[in-house]
């Protein structure tokens, strides 16, 4: 059940222009990127959307995609056979049609007439190799699981090893027909194929640039709303144009958008007033300062942030210590403190919003809620675990990207955890997001502060991510039972009695947040300030988080 935020704005206030008085100082090297990006358009400046992120975007392909800032511009470039429409739901995109049959097990097609920007069609083919691609363990996709999650034929045993990727259950039968077949059927594969993993890629342009894919915008292909015209991985700007080759070009209002990697939240907002940015993320106490004004918009969004845990690391792998550090942390006052945003405290895995079960309730209005803060549980675990352990202290490192908002979150829990549990102290570790994610990938670190979004509306899209041996599983956290439970709600017995599916994810969260496998902290909110004459910014819970197809300059 996606949810998205219509954006109604209306006259704006001058009173954020106080902030300037208030910030003080001036513009640093990042404004300057801001206002070098806009110069960088020559025709039409005024109908370019800037765009602010308080991340890099790690990668521009699809396949290889892992982040919802990568997703967002790759989004803006590319599309699948679905896209998400302003209320969140799947609606064509390039399948002009579709027919399933009547067993739910194969789906047809029909590609609609679209171009790539280097001129070739679009066809059933660039679906088939893409979705190869995902799956072939050569490629490493993290995100190679989810064509397994779609049901698609042989996906697991193509990425176990045991089948080659062209047995994969997608089969162009001819340059406009897709057929795939699927193991079981999946209520929501129509709003996965919106997910960019599926999205489809050209093989002779792949093959062409290789692995120089998307650093450049002579190596990225686009068939979307927009194509790149300027873009260095991990840089501070990405600029894109609209595609007049898209098929839909004529409902695109936008002659581009510019994207800057802003990651200071105050200078954000001094690059915001100076008319730099159209659409900013606010962190903090700016909250306070702008929630007042018109341009003021609050957002709920999907992602859950959590630390995870590395259970290979001596120690952490005590669950009596896990849950202690869980029940040390006060929530509320990191989301009211250090957070500000809308985002709420999280005693959960599955966040609020995400989907309705068979009695069309949300999840979490009839799931428990666990890990909350105790301080008197949290110090007799501590002791117990300090027993088991043989050991008084224990020190750990946490890793954390060097984001506002995580910093002042990290450094929270920091305070709360050593003030709470007298002898273990945090270390934190600031590193830019692509280099957190690696570490943790690598299974490099002791305790992580992470998000994961949600890709489509069930449960499993967060489940099934601390399975045994999961890709996204980098604490390494096993329990036979939880995997038992999960594989039967995806393949087995379960999934094809929705109600005992439904009670039987309730029982799989509780196993995981029991054990404190992960110790949840927020689900996010976002605080954004988007200018009066800016409409149709489509903000989701699901999937691609905002969508800027859509948007218009007045």
Not at 263 to 288: C, F, R
């Amino acid at each position: 059940m996606a949810k998205k935020a219509k954006l109604k704005l209306y006259a704006t206030s001058l009173a954020a222009a106080t902030l300037l008085a208030a910030c003080g100082g001036t513009a640093t090297d990042s404004t300057e990127s801001t206002s070098n990006a806009n110069s960088g358009n020559t025709e039409a400046s005024d109908n370019i959307l800037d765009v602010q992120f308080d991340v890099e975007v790690a990668s521009l392909d699809p396949q290889i995609g892992t982040d919802g800032a990568s997703f967002q511009v790759v989004a803006s470039m590319m599309e699948g056979l679905y896209q998400l429409d302003p209320a969140g739901n799947a609606a064509p995109g390039m399948a002009e049609k579709t027919e399933v049959s009547e067993d739910g097990l194969t789906y047809t097609f029909t590609i609609r007439d679209a171009k790539w920007t280097n001129g070739d069609a679009v066809t059933a083919h660039d679906f088939v190799y893409a979705w190869q691609r995902l799956v072939d363990p050569e490629t490493g996709s993290e995100y190679a699981y989810i064509m397994d999650i779609a049901g698609v034929e042989n996906a697991a045993a193509i990425m176990d090893g045991s089948k080659a990727p062209d047995t994969l259950g997608a089969v162009a039968k001819d340059d406009k027909t897709l057929e795939v077949k699927l193991t079981h059927p999946v209520p929501y594969f129509e709003s996965l194929m919106a997910f960019v993993s599926f999205f489809p890629m050209n093989e002779k342009f792949m093959t062409e640039v290789g692995a120089n894919y998307g650093t450049s915008p002579e190596t990225t292909i686009a068939n979307g709303a927009f194509k790149l015209e300027s873009y260095e991985p991990l840089a501070t700007s990405i600029k894109l144009s609209k595609n007049e080759d898209y098929y839909d070009a004529a409902n695109v209002a936008l002659d581009g958008m510019n994207v800057l990697v802003i990651k200071d939240s105050q200078q954000a907002m001094l690059s915001y007033q100076n008319g730099d940015l159209d659409v900013v993320t606010l962190a903090g106490e700016q909250v306070d300062l702008f929630k007042a004004d018109p341009e003021f918009i609050n957002v709920q969004d999907g992602y859950l942030w959590y630390v995870s845990v590395n259970t290979q690391v001596e120690g952490l792998g005590n669950a009596k210590l896990r849950q202690a550090v869980a029940k040390s942390i006060d929530r509320e006052a990191i989301v009211n403190t250090a957070l500000k945003d809308g985002s709420i405290p999280a005693e959960f895995a599955i966040p609020t919003g995400l989907a309705n079960g068979p009695d069309g309730k949300d999840f979490r209005e009839t799931a428990d809620t666990y890990l909350a803060q105790d301080l008197d549980a949290a110090a007799a675990l501590f002791k117990e675990a300090k027993e088991e352990l043989g050991a008084e202290e224990f020190t750990f490192s946490l890793l954390v990207e060097d984001t506002e908002s995580a910093i002042n979150v990290s450094q929270m829990i920091k305070s709360q955890v050593e003030a709470n549990l007298e002898g273990l102290t945090v270390e934190i570790e600031q590193m830019p997001k692509k280099t957190r994610l690696d570490r943790m990938q690598q299974k490099d670190y002791d305790m992580g502060l992470t998000r994961w979004g949600p890709d489509y509306a069930d449960p499993m899209t967060y489940l099934d991510l601390w399975v045994t041996g999961a890709s996204n599983n980098n604490g390494s956290w096993s329990n036979e039972r939880y995997d038992e439970i999960v594989k039967s709600a995806q393949t087995g017995e379960l999934a094809s009695d929705v109600e005992a599916r439904w009670e039987a994810l309730k029982e799989a969260e509780g196993i995981l947040l029991d054990d404190a496998a992960i110790l949840p902290v927020y689900q996010k909110g976002s605080a954004v300030m988007i200018k009066s004459n800016v409409s149709g910014v489509d903000f989701h819970t699901v999937g691609v988080p905002r969508v800027y197809k859509n948007a218009v300059i007045d």
